[in-house]
């Protein structure tokens, strides 16, 4: 198991990068949580043991439902089931889940913690670091939302055998955009110490500017055109697709300036 952290002061928290890392969740549970809400999608073949009582929250599946329809069907269902601020949410799937869970633990009771257990490669090497949670409105991606790190990160790599090829697709797409950002040739890592590389990065990046006012922005590389071909497809191409037609787009344009030669683009 490769243990990581995204050291950010007194919120700094721990990322478990492996095969079997979602059997650590009792471990790295917030001291004193009596109950946890697990969030999750019916698809999703995951099942994981916070060892405390807890319940399992299903949530519907693609972008349409990271929305504020789901943030209050969410809150909803914890109130009713008498979640309180000293209990924690358990987002177990991929970034659609961990920004939507994400957001409803950072505004449930003005903020209670959650735990990412991320089973998608996106999700793992960018979607559950770092803190940004939030969801879509009609008028956009991620509109509404708030920085909220989470208390730890599980990254198992040995759930991500039965993820869709696609989706595999997608997480390489995101993947791809950490040589850029000094990754080197990741390709030629195994699969634990790739996406620990990646997580690194990101760690990296977040600690030094949680909120976005200048570094971060690196790891928006190619997600310009991105956000626009996902927007204006109606989300036909995921997000993972469009970030590596983005990173393309973004490299292709830098070559034209005049700032990068041939070779990097290709
Ligand atoms: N917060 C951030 O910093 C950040 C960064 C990058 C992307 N994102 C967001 O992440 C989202 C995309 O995340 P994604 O690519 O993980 O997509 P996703 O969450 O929609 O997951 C893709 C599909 O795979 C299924 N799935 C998940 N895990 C599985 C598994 N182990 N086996 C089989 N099926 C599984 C899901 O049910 C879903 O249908 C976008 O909304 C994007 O905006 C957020």
């Given at each position: 198991m490769?243990?990581?952290?995204?050291?950010?002061g007194?919120?700094?928290y721990?990322?478990?990068?492996?095969?079997?890392a979602?059997?650590r969740l009792l471990e790295?549970?917030?001291i004193?949580v009596?109950?946890?809400a697990?969030?999750?999608?019916?698809?999703?073949p995951?099942?994981?043991d916070?060892?405390v009582e807890h319940?399992?929250f299903t949530?519907?599946?693609g972008?349409?439902h990271k929305?504020l329809g789901t943030?209050e069907?969410l809150c909803?269902?914890?109130?009713?089931w008498?979640l309180?601020?000293?209990d924690c949410?358990?987002?177990?799937?991929?970034?659609?889940?961990t920004d939507?869970?994400?957001?409803?633990?950072a505004?449930?009771?003005?903020?209670?913690p959650?735990?990412h257990?991320?089973?998608?490669l996106?999700?793992?090497?960018?979607?559950?670091?770092?803190?940004?949670?939030?969801v879509?409105?009609?008028?956009?991606?991620?509109?509404?939302g708030?920085y909220?790190?989470?208390?730890?990160?599980?990254c198992d790599?040995?759930v991500?055998s039965?993820?869709?090829?696609?989706?595999?697709r997608?997480?390489l797409g995101?993947?791809a955009?950490?040589?850029?950002?000094?990754?080197?040739?990741?390709?030629?890592?195994?699969?634990?110490e790739?996406?620990?590389a990646?997580?690194?990065?990101?760690a990296?990046?977040v600690?030094s500017?949680?909120?976005?006012?200048?570094?971060?922005?690196?790891?928006n590389y190619g997600?310009?055109?991105?956000?626009?071909?996902?927007?204006?497809s109606?989300?036909?191409?995921?997000?993972?697709?469009?970030?590596?037609i983005?990173?393309i787009?973004a490299?292709?344009?830098a070559?034209r300036?005049?700032?990068?030669?041939?070779?990097?683009?290709a």
């Amino acid at each position: 198991m490769i243990e990581l952290e995204v050291p950010l002061g007194d919120r700094s928290y721990p990322v478990l990068v492996g095969a079997g890392a979602r059997h650590r969740l009792l471990e790295v549970l917030p001291i004193g949580v009596r109950r946890a809400a697990v969030v999750t999608q019916a698809s999703i073949p995951v099942d994981v043991d916070p060892g405390v009582e807890h319940q399992v929250f299903t949530m519907g599946e693609g972008e349409e439902h990271k929305d504020l329809g789901t943030i209050e069907d969410l809150c909803r269902q914890w109130a009713a089931w008498g979640l309180t601020r000293g209990d924690c949410v358990v987002a177990v799937g991929g970034g659609v889940v961990t920004d939507t869970a994400g957001f409803a633990a950072a505004v449930y009771h003005r903020g209670i913690p959650v735990v990412h257990v991320s089973t998608t490669l996106l999700g793992q090497v960018d979607a559950a670091i770092g803190g940004k949670t939030g969801v879509n409105l009609p008028e956009g991606k991620n509109l509404v939302g708030a920085y909220w790190q989470p208390s730890a990160v599980l990254c198992d790599t040995e759930v991500l055998s039965t993820l869709p090829p696609e989706e595999w697709r997608c997480g390489l797409g995101e993947l791809a955009k950490y040589h850029w950002l000094g990754g080197g040739q990741l390709y030629e890592l195994e699969l634990d110490e790739r996406v620990a590389a990646c997580v690194r990065i990101k760690a990296d990046v977040v600690s030094s500017d949680e909120r976005e006012s200048g570094r971060r922005a690196i790891l928006n590389y190619g997600h310009t055109l991105a956000h626009a071909i996902e927007t204006a497809s109606d989300h036909a191409l995921r997000h993972g697709e469009a970030v590596a037609i983005g990173l393309i787009y973004a490299a292709e344009v830098a070559h034209r300036l005049g700032r990068i030669d041939a070779g990097a683009v290709a």
